[in-house]
């Protein structure tokens, strides 16, 4: 079945400062990519998402890009802020059903 | 609703007993999806609905685990003969169905077994 891996699993950043988090899946046929993210005590928060016939998508300060030679995506965020402080998680929907699988998560601290 | 509710936010039982854990979804989705987030971990998919009936269970881990949707609404997640590794928060999400993938997800319900 479908695994995803995520790095890193944490990232430190200085507020301004960006953040890149990675992730490798392993179904060829895997064609929808969700970002998730999820504060201490609640569920997680879809941030954005892109599917396979799209190379790079923005929203405002986050961006994903998607690498499907690679079997890479990743996630952007600029001008990071201290209220992005979160886990965040990448997930895949494989070529069979619609569950996602998700990364193990980056714990994401901005430090102001 | 305005969003994915889950009720009892907080469930404390002892090993060995029934519990059930229930969902409401965003209305008018007719997907409906359960997970399991173990601490530290990314969610992990138990079962998902497509209206009444169970599309894909296969992340059930074993005969204890059982979930239903009798009117394509509110499900419910039952777990019988309890053990302290069942222990976790289970989400619950949901999506419009058919070609759209996004998946809403609730607050969790976090179970804890004595």
């Known amino acids: 079945g479908e695994n995803v891996e995520q790095h890193p699993s944490t990232l430190s950043v200085q507020e301004g400062d960006s953040a890149v988090i990675k992730c490798t899946y392993s179904?060829?046929?895997?064609?929808?990519f969700p970002w998730y993210k999820q504060e201490l005590g609640k569920g997680p928060q879809l941030i954005i998402d892109?599917?396979?016939?799209?190379g790079e998508k923005k929203d405002q300060r986050i961006a994903v890009t998607l690498n499907k030679t690679a079997k890479h995506f990743s996630l952007h965020i600029t001008e990071t802020q201290p209220e992005d402080s979160a886990v965040y998680f990448c997930?895949?929907?494989?070529?069979?059903?619609?569950?996602?699988?998700f990364g193990a998560g980056t714990i994401l601290r901005v430090k102001s | 609703g305005a969003g994915v509710s889950q009720t009892p936010s907080n469930k404390v039982t002892e090993k060995g007993k029934y519990v059930e854990l229930r969902c409401d979804p965003i209305?008018?989705?007719?997907?409906l999806y359960w997970y399991r987030q173990s601490l530290g971990q990314g969610p992990e998919f138990l079962i998902y609905?497509?209206?009444?009936?169970?599309?894909?269970d296969s992340g059930l881990p074993n005969d204890r685990f059982f979930a239903v949707r009798p009117e394509g609404s509110v499900s419910t997640l039952k777990i019988q003969r309890t053990e302290r590794g069942d222990s976790a928060v289970y989400l619950c999400?949901?999506?419009?169905?058919?070609?759209?993938?996004?998946?809403?997800f609730g607050p969790g319900t976090r179970l804890t077994v004595l």
């Open positions: 179904d060829s046929a895997s064609n929808y």
């Open positions: 997930a895949a929907k494989g070529r069979y059903g619609n569950k996602l699988v």
């Open positions: 209305s008018g989705h007719t997907a």
């Open positions: 999400a949901s999506s419009r169905g058919g070609a759209r993938d996004e998946q809403f």
């Open positions: 609905f497509q209206g009444t009936g169970a599309a894909d």
């Open positions: 892109i599917r396979s016939n799209v």
